[in-house]
C-alpha cells in the first residue's frame, strides 16, 4: 500500500474503529482478492466488532496498492459512503460531538387528595387554580461501558502470514538460500571475453537478498560441471526449515536445442547448462522439500545475438534513458560486423522455464537478443532489479515488481541506438512478498 494511503488510515483509525462495520466489508474485500478467507476468519476471531475494525484496518495496510481503493469501493457499496469520502479526502475524520442537553424543569398539575378534600380543599370548584408542583425527570442509567479485561489490552503478537489462496507463507528465518553463481573470468579456449562489471552485479544481489532474509552462498568463476554440482547440491539439501529458494547466475549466455524452453549459460571452460535442467534440479520431483514453494532463478546473460533496435513511438511513450559508454554482451562473440561498435561491448543471455509449477525465472533479455552490461556500473538489468526491491519489495509482490524492472529497463539505450527487454516465465501460484521493512 502507498505510504500516503498508509497515513490516511492511520490519522483515522480511532474514527474507522467507532464507525465500520467490517461484517459489510468481508465479502467484498474477499472477491477482490485483498483478504483470503483464512485472513477473515482470524479477523473475525479478534472478538468484537470494534476489535475486528481496529485488525481489519492494521491488515488493510500490508495489503498492497490495490487494498486502498478497494476497501473504498467496498465502503461504497455497503452503505458506507459517508467513510468512504472521508478517507478518499485524505484528511482525518472528525467525529460529531453533540452538545450535552440539560434537563428542563416543568410544573405540571398534579391531580386532587383525598386527605386534602377532608381538611377542607376543594379542588372540584371551576374557579380552583390547580397545585403546581415541580416533577423532576426520573434519572436514567448511564450506559456503563465495562473495563477492559487485562487480556485485550495485552498486545497482540503479529500475526503470521499463513500460506493461503492468495499469497506464499514467507515469514521463516532465514528466508531461505539465496545461490549466486558469477561467471567474470573465462578461460582463453571458450573464445569468451572476461565479463568486466559482474562483480558490481554480484555485491548489489548479494547485499539486496541478504536485507531480504535469505542465507545468501557466492560462487565464482565455475566450470560448467561445477555449476551442475552446486545446484545437485542445493536440491540435496533439506529447505524444510525454509519458505523459498533463489539462485541468481551471471555468466555469457546463448541459445541452446530445447524441447520445452530454450537458452543455456556457460561455464567459465566454454560449455553452457541449458537453464531448462537448471531449474529442473529443484523441481517438486527432485526436491521434495522444496515442494508448493516458490522457487525464483534471476539470469544475467544473453539470449542470442541479435541486437534490438527498437522502434519509434509516440513523445508521450519515449522517455529515453541514455546507457554507459561501456556498455558491455554477455554472449559468445558476434561476427566481424559488430567490431563498428566498441572493443567493450558484449551481451547477456536468456534464460529458460521448466513446466513444474512454483517456479518463475526472470531474464534480463527477450529471446534471441543480446543483453547489456556497463563495465563500470554493473548490467541494466541487475542495476535496476536491485532499485526496484529497495524501493518496493516492503509493498509490493514480486510479478508487480518485475514489471516495473520490464518497464525501466526498456527505456534506456545502448550507443543511443540499442534495447534490451527483460522478461520472465512464471508458473507461481500465488503472490510472493519478500520479508522487507515498511519504512
Known amino acids: 500500500m502507498e505510504a500516503r494511503h498508509k497515513k490516511v488510515l492511520q490519522q483515522n483509525r480511532t474514527n474507522l474503529v467507532t464507525s465500520l462495520d467490517p461484517s459489510d466489508v468481508y465479502d467484498g474485500l474477499l472477491a477482490r482478492g485483498i483478504f483470503t478467507q483464512d485472513m477473515i476468519d482470524e479477523i473475525k476471531s479478534s472478538g468484537t466488532r470494534r476489535a475486528q475494525a481496529r485488525q481489519l484496518v492494521k491488515d488493510l495496510e500490508t495489503r498492497g496498492?490495490?487494498?486502498?481503493?478497494?476497501f473504498l469501493d467496498c465502503l461504497r457499496e455497503t452503505g458506507q459512503a459517508s467513510l468512504a469520502e472521508l478517507l478518499e479526502s485524505g484528511g482525518p475524520v472528525s467525529i460529531l460531538v453533540l452538545p450535552r442537553v440539560q434537563p428542563t424543569v416543568i410544573?405540571?398539575?398534579v391531580p386532587g387528595n383525598p386527605e386534602n378534600n377532608r381538611n377542607g380543599e376543594n379542588h372540584d370548584r371551576a374557579d380552583a387554580s390547580p397545585k403546581l408542583v415541580p416533577?423532576?425527570?426520573t434519572?436514567?442509567?448511564l450506559h456503563v461501558v465495562p473495563s477492559p479485561s487485562p487480556d485485550r489490552d495485552r498486545p497482540r503478537p503479529p500475526r503470521q502470514r499463513r500460506d493461503s489462496v492468495q499469497s506464499y507463507k514467507m515469514d521463516a528465518s532465514p528466508c531461505g538460500i539465496c545461490l549466486i553463481i558469477n561467471n567474470v573470468e573465462f578461460d582463453a579456449s571458450s573464445n569468451l571475453k572476461e565479463r568486466k562489471g559482474s562483480d558490481v552485479d554480484c555485491d548489489k544481489l548479494e547485499k539486496r537478498f541478504q536485507s531480504l532474509n535469505f542465507h545468501v552462498v557466492v560462487k565464482r568463476n565455475l566450470k560448467c560441471k561445477q555449476i551442475k554440482h552446486e545446484l545437485s547440491s542445493l536440491a540435496k539439501m533439506d529447505h524444510s526449515v525454509y519458505d523459498c529458494c533463489v539462485v541468481v547466475i551471471l555468466s555469457h549466455g546463448t541459445e541452446a536445442s530445447h524441447n520445452r524452453f530454450p537458452g543455456a549459460v556457460h561455464g567459465?571452460?566454454?560449455p553452457s547448462v541449458p537453464v531448462q535442467i537448471i531449474t529442473n534440479y529443484l523441481n517438486g520431483q527432485n526436491c521434495s522439500s522444496l515442494q508448493s514453494k516458490p522457487k525464483l532463478f534471476f539470469i544475467q546473460a544473453c539470449g542470442g545475438d541479435q541486437r534490438d533496435i527498437g522502434f519509434e513511438?509516440?513523445?508521450?511513450?519515449?522517455q529515453p534513458t541514455p546507457g554507459g559508454i561501456d556498455d558491455q554482451m554477455d554472449a559468445i562473440p558476434l561476427s566481424s560486423s559488430s567490431d563498428s561498435?566498441?572493443?567493450?561491448d558484449e551481451i547477456d543471455a536468456r534464460a529458460s522455464l521448466p513446466t513444474p509449477s512454483d517456479i518463475l525465472v526472470s531474464y534480463s533479455t527477450f529471446p534471441g537478443y543480446v543483453s547489456w552490461r556497463d563495465t563500470f556500473a554493473g548490467s541494466w538489468y541487475v542495476e535496476t532489479l536491485d532499485r526496484v526491491l529497495e524501493e518496493n519489495a516492503a509493498t509490493d509482490d514480486l510479478v508487480t515488481m518485475l514489471m516495473v524492472v520490464n518497464n525501466e529497463v526498456s527505456q534506456i539505450s545502448a550507443k543511443g541506438l540499442y534495447k534490451q527487454m527483460p522478461g520472465s516465465f512464471n508458473f507461481l501460484r500465488k503472490l510472493l512478498y519478500f520479508q522487507a521493512s515498511k519504512t
Open 268 to 270: 567459465v571452460d566454454g
Open 135 to 137: 416533577l423532576k425527570p
Open 341 to 344: 561498435l566498441s572493443f567493450s
Open 313 to 318: 513511438v509516440s513523445p508521450d511513450e519515449a
Open 107 to 109: 410544573p405540571l398539575p
Open 65 to 70: 496498492s490495490r487494498a486502498f481503493p478497494a
Open 139 to 141: 434519572t436514567l442509567p
